[in-house]
């Protein structure tokens, strides 16, 4: 998967999402829209009533205004790392991003923002956003390693879709090691 992501969307300080980097899908509650409109389509036709008809393919149209919303909103962002502090091992890091205002607004609704592989983050509004965006990193040993990749997600505007991309910054994160010392066993 990760290679796949290497060639898809290549390491870059900076980021322009687009076509090519943005991953949609529909939520839970986008299933169960779907479903309805369905189920709206088949008794719309069933019973030959036209009010039904028209109700579904509003919601039908409502759907794919949607996703072509929710998609157009995701791919006004733009990001570019500011760089990470080189920490002691077992400190929290901080790695710092900057929105980057186009000559359109940077999106809307809520941004969360984790790290690849990890279920909490953080959250931040898109209309009142920082300049500056902090992702803690808990270290655990020293060396110099690789930052992994950074997810976004949005479900603006209705959540009926989730939108979500992978990036990595190219960010190496030096670990010093713990400035306190180490108690070995044989020694006293």
Not at 109 to 130: F, M, Q, R, S, Y
Not at 145 to 156: A, G, N
């Amino acid at each position: 998967m990760l290679r796949w992501l290497a060639s898809r969307i290549p390491e870059k300080q900076r980021h322009q999402l687009d076509a090519r980097s943005i991953f949609i899908f529909p939520t839970v509650f986008g299933f169960c829209f779907l479903i309805l409109c369905v189920c709206l389509f088949v008794l719309g036709t069933n019973y030959q009533n036209n009010l039904l008809l028209l109700l579904s393919y509003f919601f039908i149209a409502l759907g794919l205004v949607t996703l072509f919303t929710s998609y157009r909103n995701f791919s006004r962002i733009q990001l570019q790392a500011r760089g990470i502090n080189p920490v002691f091992a077992g400190d929290n890091a901080t790695f710092q991003m900057q929105l980057i205002e186009t000559h359109t607004r940077a999106g809307h609704g809520e941004l969360k923002i984790h790290w690849w592989g990890h279920a909490t983050g953080i959250v931040i509004d898109l209309d009142e956003a920082p300049a500056v965006i902090s992702l803690p990193r808990f270290t655990y040993r020293r060396g110099l390693f690789p930052l992994p990749r950074v997810t976004f997600s949005s479900q603006f505007p209705l959540g009926l879709f989730k939108c979500w991309t992978h990036l990595d910054f190219a960010q190496p994160l030096p670990y010093f090691p713990n400035y306190r010392p180490v108690k070995l066993p044989w020694y006293r």
